[in-house]
């Protein structure tokens, strides 16, 4: 029944509630400078009313609960948007630094120092004999070159601080992770339905905008009230009260987590601005700078300075100095020792296609290698989209085929045309054949296994013959071997095959005069060049890496391998089958100086290719009337070449030993003459000289390895202005090699690691214009997302943000509201004495 006392207990509940709500609003004016703190406000509701015969009568107000102003929504997209601008604030700030790098301030600029380079070389064609232009042309070069090794000094500097950045980044990207997991279980373990941890959930959000900065991250809610945090691309940072990290390693983010059998397993997440937050901004940096990419900004850089030095060499190493090379000269360059993986591409599933990226090796993705129809046993046509593949990707591997021919089945003699001649060339040896179609007793040249098997005798031994003759000894050696078809092997049953004998060898293979007459006809050999490609090579993959290392990543199990014939385990000494994995090393197999250990090596011409060397005696006069050729045709290894050069020049001269010596030490060529006797070089067509190093301007490959060749800085006579004429002589005023080099200024043809041509002005300004370009694409997106951000924030806080006034405002309304409930209770005390005082 309402009275006195219900009068009372509505006061008593009024003067809690509202104490309650000043407790609450003092809590939001007491944290109005809190970062990520969300204003509070307490829910207020009427009691059940009590029923009178009057009516219902009330019973006052109760607090219920106390409610965080909170729009999910947008929290979500100020997170997100939060990540996009600190991945934008961490590439403007690392761009700045390769900006520096590429300072293009005069007297720093690598254009300016290109031009004055090109500049001293026209000053050299005018004044060929001075010394003092001849010096300038070496200072001018040495400017230049110390500006590359300044712009590859900063970067590696740059690439240094952004790891470090990385690394304190990645820690406290794991931080924050075992922070949230705390978070997580305090929340799910205190809260219910009516009663949230509010201020724990402004903590958490606060944690997880910190860690949006760093990193781009999804989330969502679970019904406990804890998060479950993950990374863009869907692995797992937080789950309930679990934490996973991450890892910065091997110059790329590792997400880590534990194996079922208690191991660590770290997955590579990601390389670049795609992972947001300041890691991806790094990231995306970093990458750009990283060593071994072609096509990011130091790879540009590297491969300016490779074709500079590349293009230099070869015009340079054609030419001469005021003198000839009267001591011994060393080739600058050595052969490495080079790994040699070799495989057969699978017949069984030559045609199916593998997809770009199924495949990296050395960490560089191999493109789309297309399927093709087998032929007679071999997956000629797939092995050849394999190495063209595995070639363009640049991954520091070189793939090569082995040339084979395979003529068409042969045709059997008839007994008239027994004691034939039958004869023709293979690389300009001569086989001479006799058919024999009459022995007694059969088989004989009737049978076409028969004839094929006696004309692949016949090549062999013709080919055996020549390369074990001694006098004169016969250079180069041809590394041929003839086999017969048997319809698995390349070609057709009872077929002749020609194929070269060292594994990755595409010399070419030359038959002529096979098909002059009716009866060579049934040979099925046609006359020709071959040289190797897709319809002409033994199936197998030859891969060479100078680094020795051949490190190959086919997935989670072997079934690219396997097509490449890679998989199955036993590859290598480490090889394990099935796990998609392969490491070859020169220690499993390799060359010794071989030919393919060259930085250059793909600019080698062998078939064909040839230099010269003109020879004098000590007063400058001819040794021999020609120059004396080397030609370079099947050289495989530096030793070969060495061989070729001293049976060369004895055949020349015909003298028992080389007027100049060629041998290998420490995988360099050495070239020492005579003491009565003198050498210099010209016509080179297999880019030879400048590939090892012999009279070349330039040392090394690279931005930060380019030098001047010490034979050329330390003697300026051998500064090649000029060309040794038809004649032999040498003209100290002969100034045509050197307009040849300042040609290569405005060459438009000059090819760039990575594919590109055009000039080397064209490619470095190029480079220059897409740095700028993206440091002002990133300043203007960061600028546009500041905008964003900031707007985004307001939207936020006129929701959650706490507001003085109104906070005042309340403050007063619920002091007002407590007064009331006091003078309720005061009213409700005079009645009671009224009523005492009335008994």
Do not use: C
Not at 87 to 96: D, G, K
Not at 104 to 117: D, H, K, Q, R, Y
Not at 424 to 444: H, L, R
Request: no cysteine; charged share 20%.
């Amino acid at each position: 029944m309402a009275g006195i006392g219900q009068v009372l207990n509505i006061a008593k509940e009024a003067l809690l509630a509202h104490q309650q709500a000043v407790a609450v609003s003092g809590h939001n004016i007491a944290n109005v400078d809190t970062p990520g703190y969300t204003r509070q406000s307490l829910t207020l509701k009427a009691t059940v009313p009590t029923p009178e015969g009057a009516g219902f009568f009330g019973n006052g107000v109760r607090s219920m609960e106390i409610n965080r102003h909170y729009d999910q929504f947008m929290v979500k997209r100020l997170t997100g948007q939060n990540s996009s601008l600190k991945n934008l604030q961490a590439q403007q700030e690392s761009l700045r630094l390769v900006e520096t790098s590429f300072n293009e301030a005069p007297g720093l600029a690598v254009n300016e120092l290109m031009s004055e380079f090109w500049a001293s070389w026209q000053n050299l064609a005018d004044y060929p004999e001075s010394m003092a232009s001849r010096d300038a042309t070496i200072q001018n070069a040495q400017i230049l070159i110390d500006q590359f090794h300044s712009m590859t000094t900063e970067i590696a500097q740059t690439r240094v601080d952004i790891d470090t950045s990385l690394s304190a980044a990645v820690n406290d990207v794991n931080s924050l992770t075992a922070q949230l997991a705390r978070l997580n279980a305090e929340i799910a373990s205190s809260e219910s339905d009516l009663n949230q941890q509010n201020d724990l959930r402004d903590k958490r959000d606060v944690l997880l905008n910190d860690l949006s900065e760093f990193i781009d991250i999804n989330y969502f809610e679970v019904n406990t009230g804890a998060y479950t945090i993950m990374m863009a691309d869907g692995h797992t940072l937080v789950e309930n009260n679990e934490a996973w990290q991450v890892d910065w390693a091997d110059d790329e983010l590792q997400w880590v987590t534990t194996a079922n059998d208690g191991g660590t397993v770290k997955v590579p997440v990601g390389d670049g601005a795609e992972m947001g937050g300041r890691i991806g901004g790094w990231m995306e940096i970093y990458n750009n700078i990283t060593p071994g990419q072609p096509e990011n900004y130091l790879g540009r850089l590297d491969a300016l300075a490779n074709a500079m030095i590349r293009e230099v060499n070869q015009q340079h190493s054609q030419g001469v100095g005021l003198v000839s090379f009267s001591e011994q000269l060393i080739s600058n360059d050595p052969a490495a020792d080079t790994a040699l993986l070799t495989s057969t591409v699978d017949t069984l599933t030559s045609t199916e296609t593998i997809q770009a990226g199924s495949i990296e090796i050395n960490g560089r993705d191999i493109g789309k290698i297309d399927g093709a129809t087998s032929s007679y046993g071999l997956a000629q046509a797939k092995t050849y989209n394999a190495a063209q593949a595995i070639n363009d990707a640049i991954t520091g591997v070189r793939a090569k085929l082995t040339t084979q021919v395979a003529g068409d089945a042969v045709t059997p003699m008839t007994a008239l045309e027994d004691g034939s001649l039958i004869n023709f060339q293979v690389n300009g040896v001569d086989v001479n054949y006799m058919v024999d179609s009459n022995s007694a007793p059969p088989p004989d040249d009737q049978d076409p296994g028969v004839l094929a098997q006696h004309v692949v005798d016949e090549i062999n031994s013709a080919l055996n013959a020549y390369n074990t003759a001694v006098s004169p000894e016969n250079i180069p050696k041809i590394t041929i071997q003839a086999v017969v078809g048997d319809g698995t092997n390349g070609g057709a049953a009872d077929s002749i095959i020609l194929r070269n004998t060292k594994a990755g060898d595409e010399s070419q293979i030359i038959i002529t005069g096979a098909d002059d007459n009716a009866v060579e006809q049934k040979l099925g050999l046609t006359s020709d060049t071959y040289q190797a490609d897709s319809s002409h090579n033994t199936g197998e993959l030859n891969l060479f890496s100078p680094d020795n290392d051949i490190e190959i990543n086919g997935g989670s199990d072997d079934r690219f391998l396997e097509q490449l014939g890679l998989g199955g385990g036993n590859i290598s000494s480490t090889d394990e089958g099935g796990d998609g994995q392969l490491i070859f090393t020169y220690t499993d197999h390799g060359v010794p100086i071989s030919m393919q250990g060259f930085d250059y090596s793909d600019e080698l011409i062998t078939d064909g290719g040839s230099f010269k060397m003109w020879l004098y005696n000590s007063d400058d006069t001819l040794a021999l009337p020609q120059p004396v050729e080397i030609s370079l045709e099947r050289a495989y290894d530096l030793q070969d070449v060495a061989n070729a050069i001293n049976t060369s020049i004895i055949n020349a001269s015909g003298e028992p030993t080389p007027m100049v010596y060629a041998t290998v030490h420490d995988n360099k060529l050495v070239l020492t003459p005579k003491d009565d006797h003198k050498f210099a070089f010209t016509d080179d067509t297999a880019n030879f000289l400048s590939t090892v190093g012999l009279n070349t301007f330039f040392t090394g490959s690279s931005a930060d390895s380019i030098g001047i060749n010490a034979t050329v800085g330390e003697n300026l006579d051998n500064l090649a202005a000029g060309i040794v004429n038809n004649n032999g002589e040498i003209f100290r005023g002969d100034q045509s090699n050197t307009l040849l080099i300042t040609n290569i200024q405005r060459d438009e043809y000059v090819h760039f690691t990575g594919g590109t041509t055009g000039t080397l002005d064209e490619f470095y300004n190029s480079l220059v214009g897409d740095i700028g370009m993206k440091g002002r694409t990133v300043e203007r997106n960061y600028e546009y997302n500041s905008l964003v951000t900031n707007q985004m924030s307001a939207m936020r806080d006129s929701t959650s943000g706490v507001s003085l006034d109104e906070e005042m405002a309340d403050l007063i309304k619920f002091q007002q509201a407590y007064s009331a409930a006091a003078k309720l209770i005061s009213s409700s005390d005079e009645m009671l004495r009224t009523l005492l005082q009335a008994v």
